[in-house]
Structure formats: structure tokens, C-alpha cells
């Protein structure tokens, strides 16, 4: 792309942008006119965009980092976002939560602080008011992030919304339970495992939307999210695990065997609903099945 041109871009740093939602992000941004920096700690395959290479748990190579780029926008997805990782090394989800956070708004205040900032949280937050809340380290870790966040924009009148989206699904490599399930039944298909799809407990209800609609998202609260709030990003509907392996089997020809460790365990259906970013102009239009569809092409495509 001709530099002029791309001067006179507003200029994107994705954070994260070799994640699972990263790799979504950096696409979209660029068809949709960003200048999009790319940070990761490792390189990308995307030509569209410039690679920065930075751990963001280092303070200093976050500063030199915004120091060069001097964005516009930052949309910050990166992070450790396991909570069986959390539990094993808390301090590190810790650092790489919240205090690459810190880093990165500290930094922006000094350089850059009229930068439009998206930090992009977790439905898995707690109630800081209610500590009995609290389950695992990773929701700490992003809790404290969010606070980390909201604390800038109040105490140095930062331009900072918060992102909360639910499950995040769709093509790519991911570790949520969708693509688990994806990765398992192309393996049937393909011969390579038993004919059985483990689960926990089938009555196990999630809010699902499509990490493609979820970026869509980010942009609109990129420009037009109001500092300080925070954004629910849902489809609005729950399902059952149960209907989602249900959806899976009429999207294979092969038969398969459920084992559910959790026998009769139902949840009741809480709705996550969008509705201050629907007022903004956001609905999802990708369907669950239409997900699910992706989710198989991409593996079936993308085989070990």
C-alpha cells in the first residue's frame, strides 16, 4: 500500500493480534480503511498490516512501543485467557492481565493520550464488592484489568471503553469448547479417534457469538463507544452443550457416542443482553449453526 495513503490512515494497534480474535481483528480492520500495527511475541502471516514484536508484561518495551507507533486507536486483546493456566501460575495471568494493561494506558497517557482505547475484558469478571465471588485467578486477573482501565480514564480523563463479550466462536484456532468439539469429530471423520465426544455436563448453558460479529463490535465502540462504559458483546440467546453437539451432528455424516461426566445437571438459562451496544447500531448476524459450519470447514481444511 502506497505510504501516503496510508498516512493519512487512522492508525490501529491490535494487541494480541496472533490470537484466535487477533487474526479476525487485523483482517477486518484493514478492509475496514485502519492503518492496523500488529502486536505479537511472535511474527504473523498477514502482509496487510506492520509487525511489532513486544512483550507487553515489560514495561519499557511497552513504552518504546507506543512511543513509535503513536496510535489513534488501540484495541487490546492480548492476554492469558485460561483459567486452568491461571490457576497454575496465578502471578503470571496477573502480569499479563493487568499489568500489561497498565503499561499500555500508562504509556499512551504519556505519548499519546488521546488515543481511543477498547480493552477488551471478560464475561468471567466477579463482583469486586463481593469477594465470595471470586472462583479463579483468571477472574481476578480480569477484574483487575477492567478496574486498571476504568481507574485511567476517571483519574487522567482517558478516552477507555470496556469490551465484555461471552463465548467467543468461529473459524480459526481456538481453544473453546466448539472448536474441541470440532477438532474431535473431524477426527472421527477422518478415522483418527473413537467414535465418542466427551463433554462435562450436556445441561451447560453459554451465550455463544461469533468472534467475526465480536470484531464488528470493536469497531463500533472504537468509534463510537462512550469512555468509562463497559459493553456487553452477546448474541443474546443461550444454549445448551447438548444443542451444540446436536448441532454438530447434522453437519457430519458420521455417528457418534456422548459421554457426559455430570449426569442431569441443568443451569438455569441466564441472557446475556447487548443492549447498550445495540443501540449503538450492533446485532449479530452470524448464527450459531452458521458458526458451527465454519468451525468444521476450518479444521477439516486444517488438519494436524
Given at each position: 500500500m502506497d505510504g501516503k495513503v496510508m498516512s493519512q490512515m487512522?492508525?490501529?494497534?491490535?494487541?494480541?493480534?496472533?490470537?484466535?480474535?487477533?487474526q479476525h481483528a487485523c483482517n477486518h480492520f484493514v478492509?475496514?480503511?485502519?492503518?492496523?500495527?500488529?502486536?505479537?511475541?511472535?511474527?504473523?502471516?498477514?502482509?496487510?498490516?506492520?509487525?511489532?514484536?513486544?512483550?507487553?508484561?515489560?514495561?519499557?518495551?511497552?513504552g518504546k512501543l507506543i512511543k513509535k507507533v503513536k496510535p489513534d486507536y488501540l484495541l487490546h486483546l492480548a492476554g492469558q485467557n485460561h483459567v486452568g493456566t491461571s490457576w497454575i501460575d496465578p502471578v503470571s495471568s496477573?502480569?499479563?492481565?493487568?499489568?500489561?494493561t497498565l503499561y499500555l494506558l500508562e504509556a499512551l497517557r504519556q505519548e499519546k493520550p488521546d488515543c481511543k482505547v477498547v480493552i477488551v475484558g471478560s464475561a468471567l469478571q466477579f463482583d469486586p464488592q463481593n469477594i465470595s465471588t471470586l472462583t479463579h485467578p483468571y477472574s481476578l486477573s480480569k477484574t483487575l484489568q477492567v478496574l486498571i482501565a476504568q481507574s485511567w480514564g476517571v483519574l487522567y480523563n482517558m478516552n477507555i471503553v470496556i469490551a465484555k463479550p461471552s463465548n467467543l466462536i468461529g473459524p480459526g484456532i481456538s481453544n473453546g469448547v466448539c472448536s474441541i468439539f470440532a477438532?474431535?469429530?473431524?477426527?472421527?471423520?477422518e478415522n483418527n479417534a473413537e467414535k465418542v465426544l466427551e463433554v462435562n455436563n450436556l445441561q451447560a448453558i453459554r451465550d455463544f457469538v461469533d468472534v467475526r460479529d465480536a470484531v464488528r463490535a470493536y469497531e463500533i465502540l472504537l468509534t463510537q463507544g462512550k469512555p468509562g462504559e463497559i459493553y456487553d458483546i452477546a448474541s443474546g440467546n443461550s444454549h445448551t452443550l447438548g444443542e451444540v453437539i446436536t448441532g454438530f451432528r447434522t453437519l457430519t455424516t458420521i455417528d457418534f457416542e456422548i459421554k457426559s461426566k455430570v449426569k442431569d445437571q441443568e443451569e438455569g438459562r441466564v441472557e446475556i443482553l447487548p443492549a447498550e451496544i445495540v443501540k449503538l447500531g450492533w446485532k449479530p448476524v452470524l448464527s450459531l449453526k452458521s458458526s458451527l459450519e465454519d468451525i468444521l470447514y476450518f479444521y477439516r481444511k486444517n488438519k494436524p
Open positions: 487512522p492508525k490501529l494497534l491490535i494487541t494480541g493480534a496472533s490470537g484466535f480474535t487477533g478492509n475496514a480503511g485502519f492503518a492496523v500495527t500488529a502486536v505479537s511475541r511472535k511474527g504473523l502471516g498477514n502482509g496487510q498490516v506492520l509487525i511489532e514484536l513486544c512483550d507487553l508484561t515489560n514495561k519499557e518495551s511497552v496477573l502480569e499479563a492481565n493487568a499489568m500489561s477438532k474431535k469429530i473431524v477426527d472421527m471423520e
